[in-house]
């Protein structure tokens, strides 16, 4: 297996280990370690770490863009929109100046935050 320069599974894998023997058994946290680390592992045996490495360096750039497809001035005008029936999963909006996509959880669709990028690079106040 060909290595990729500044990522090496093997150690990420290895790196899992404390973080998931110190969780309980049956526990979320342990299940998310475990299916994290099951992740990686699919990704080295089948030879896709090139991909990955691809795809981790995107996700990694914070220069990305997000596009905002409807902007409400408030919660009130986005919560009628979204009752409206026409957003779509994983639509991301600005509500009064801040992030959110829409999500698709029990059969209904919800607003959860989701900073925007430039959001993200705001120095606090």
């Known amino acids: 297996m060909a290595k990729t320069?500044?990522?090496?599974?093997?150690n990420m894998l290895l790196a899992l280990n404390p973080f998931i023997d110190g969780q309980?058994?049956?526990?979320?946290e342990r299940a998310a370690l475990e299916l994290a680390q099951?992740?990686?592992?699919?990704?080295?045996?089948r030879g896709q770490e090139a991909d990955f490495a691809t795809y981790?360096?995107?996700?990694?750039?914070?220069?990305?863009t997000v596009e905002v497809?409807?902007?409400f001035a408030t919660r009130e005008a986005a919560d009628q929109w979204?009752?409206?029936?026409?957003?779509?999963?994983?639509?991301?909006?600005?509500?009064?100046?801040k992030g959110f996509m829409v999500v698709e959880a029990q059969g209904r669709r919800?607003?959860?935050?989701?900073?925007?990028?430039?959001e993200l690079k705001a120095d606090p106040e």
């Open 24 to 28: 309980s058994e049956g526990s979320k």
């Open 5 to 10: 320069p500044g990522l090496d599974l093997d």
């Open 56 to 64: 981790y360096a995107r996700f990694s750039d914070t220069a990305f």
């Open 82 to 97: 979204l009752a409206s029936g026409t957003a779509r999963d994983s639509e991301r909006v600005k509500i009064a100046g």
């Open 110 to 118: 919800l607003f959860m935050v989701a900073p925007l990028p430039e």
């Open 69 to 71: 497809s409807h902007e």
């Open 38 to 45: 099951a992740a990686l592992l699919y990704i080295r045996d």
